[in-house]
Each structure stands twice: as C-alpha cells, then as structure tokens.
C-alpha cells in the first residue's frame, strides 16, 4: 500500500471545504506513532528512529516516508516520551523570582541566547518571590526532565529549596545556583555563580564617600533576603573603612520593590530624617525613593542623592540618572546556562560602581 493510500484510508483523518469561504478545513488528528509507522508501511521502531532522531541509520527512503505521513496525519511527537526514551532532554528551566523584575527579565535574556547556542529550549518558570512555593516549583521543573537547570531566585536564609534540588540533582539535571559573596551557604549540591554584592555595595560606599557624601540612609528590603542582606551590609561596612558610622535608625527594612523603596524613603522622611544620600540596595527601590522624594516637594539628585544597585537596561532614562552598581545582567545569564551545561565560566561576576547625576554634588 502507498503512502498516500494509507493515508486517504486512515479513518482519524478528514478534511472537507467549508461553504462558501473556498478554506479547506482540516479535522485535528489524535494519531500516534503507530499511525504513521502504518501509513508509511515501516514498522513502529523504524517510524521511532527516523522522527526522534536516533542515532541509528535508517534509509532516507525510509525517512522520507515516515515525514510524509507524519505531516499528513499531523501527528505531534511527545517530547518528554522521546526525553525519557534518550535518557536526555532538550529542556533547561530558568527559576527566577519576579518576572517582571527587570532584574530578572534581563538575566532570563541572557540566558535564552546561551541555551539557543546550544540548540536547547528554554523554560522560565517564577516563583513569585514565595520561598516556600520554591520547593513546590522545583518539583514541578523536575517532572520536566530537563538537562540543567538554573536558580535565579532572592533565596532567604531558610529556603525550603533543599529537598527540590536533590530531586532535581536524581533525575540527572545539574543545578547552577547564583549566589551572593557575603558567605551565605548556597542550596547543597550545586554548582554557585558567586554575585558580588557585598563587594559592589562596599565600593559604592567608598565611592560616595570619596565624592564628598558623608550623610548617609540605607532602604535595606528585606532583612531575610541574602542579596539584600549582603547589599546593605557592605554598604555599611563601605561606610566604617572612611571612618562613617550609620546609626541604627538610618537603616529602614522594607520590600524589595519600588513600592517597597517608596515606603521605606516615605518612612525616613516621615520620621523627620533628611539624609545627605540614600542607597536603595536595588533601583527598582532607587525608583520608588526617587518619587518618594518628589512626593514631599524634595529634588532628588539636588535635595537627596540617591543611589541604587543593578544597573538595569529599562531605567537608563531615569531623572536624574541613578548612581548604581553595574552588574553584566544578560552575561550572568549566559555564565549561568554555560556553567550548568559542563562549560567553563569566571566562578565569580563583579560589580562595577557607575556614579552619574543623581549623586552628583553642586
């Protein structure tokens, strides 16, 4: 029987012209693999090897044959069946914390462009900053099956993210961690991309401090996140190597977030605190105390200079521009896949402090 035989003979498919449109109209198909190894007269093994990509040789003709019928039954491979069937996977899953963080966005870009390098599909997965949904996300990514996975996430001093990268880690997935330099222990079995976040947020202190700033206030976020623990302690630390001490009350905790920046610089300035220089230990909290400013009829940048950390691509038009520490976001991104796929990357990414208007003193 010809291909073309089998294939008008098969009872799953139908197709019929809708009146008056001149559209053909083509009925979804439910066909399997055995379908096809039917229409193109091969057996299910030879249909297998020639659309799973096989390392076995299977005759063109052959090969020909099977992609006719496939294409004609619409028949749709189950991707995690081949996954299984290969003992691998095409797949490497991003878990960041905040999609819509710019943070995170520009990491995930990053690592996009590594994972289509090596012809693999990425999956981005968030856990909405929930250090406890973490551990149910990781279970989730690990039914996936994929060949690395990489954890971009503001992990807290108790995260419950243990269990799901050693399930991870037992169905054959390496485990790349970005990981902050203040000495936090990283998720046990993985592979740690060391963030310099104290040591960016310490040069930024120097700098500021160098620039003629000696009055400072830190919008901390929140104290059980690593990165912002670390951010606000090397600032700190910044500070005392100039001979600055900052007083307990000049360190406000609040969310990471611009709201969270707005809250926390409302709260100083509430409490009758007028700092000489604000550091927000994102920009997105930069952000936030920037229109906190303005909302009690202050100039940022002239009135309070404020500083921030990231360096993100999406406030490059901020007024005044943000004084910050520059992190190679979309690289961080790539190091990540490349390390989590067996490739040889610096173990550490450095910050850079970038001083620009909004710290500018007159």
């Known amino acids: 029987m010809s291909v073309e035989c089998a294939l008008a003979c098969h009872a799953g498919v139908g197709r019929e012209h809708e009146a008056g449109t001149g559209y053909e109209v083509v009925e979804r198909s439910g066909a399997t693999l055995e379908d096809v190894a039917r229409a193109a007269g091969v057996s299910l093994a030879t249909a297998s090897r020639a659309l799973n990509g096989s390392t076995r040789r299977v005759r063109p003709e052959y090969v020909e044959r099977v992609e006719a019928a496939a294409r004609e039954l619409r028949y749709m491979p189950n991707v995690q069946a081949q996954a299984v069937a290969r003992g691998a996977t095409t797949v490497v899953s991003l878990v960041v914390g905040e999609i819509t963080d710019p943070y995170f966005a ?20 968030s856990t909405a900053g929930d250090a406890e949904r973490e551990a149910s996300v990781l279970r989730s990514v690990a039914g996936l099956r994929p060949r690395a ?34 000495g936090a222990a990283s998720p046990t079995a993985v592979i740690p991309l060391v963030i310099g976040n104290r040591a960016g947020a310490t040069a930024l202190a120097e700098a500021l ?75 997105v ?57 067996g490739e040889d990357v610096p173990a550490v990414v450095a910050g850079e402090v970038v001083l620009r208007a909004s710290t500018r003193l007159a």
């Open 285 to 341: 909290s930069a952000v936030g105390a920037l229109a906190a400013i303005r909302d009690h009829g202050l100039e940022p940048g002239r009135d309070i200079a404020v500083a921030g950390f990231d360096d993100v691509g999406t406030l490059a038009d901020v007024v005044p521009a943000l004084s910050t520490v520059h992190l190679p976001l979309e690289t961080i991104g790539e190091f990540a896949v490349q390390a989590a796929l």
């Open 106 to 125: 520009q990491i995930a870009a990053g690592a996009m462009r590594a994972a289509d390098r090596a012809g693999l599909v990425l999956v981005i997965t």
């Open 209 to 283: 401090v160098d620039e003629g700033h000696r009055d400072f206030a830190v919008l901390a976020g929140e104290p059980d996140v690593v990165t912002a623990r670390a951010r606000a302690t090397g600032f700190v630390d910044g500070l005392a190597r100039r001979g600055i001490r900052l007083a307990d009350d000049r360190v406000v905790a609040g969310v990471f977030t611009r709201d969270g920046g707005h809250a926390a610089m409302t709260q100083l300035l509430e409490a009758g605190v007028r700092p000489g220089c604000v550091f927000a230990v994102n920009d």
């Open 149 to 182: 996975v990489v954890l971009a996430v503001s992990r807290r001093t108790s995260s419950a993210a243990a269990a799901g990268v050693e399930l991870l880690r037992g169905g054959g997935a390496s485990v790349v961690a970005l990981v902050s330099d203040e």
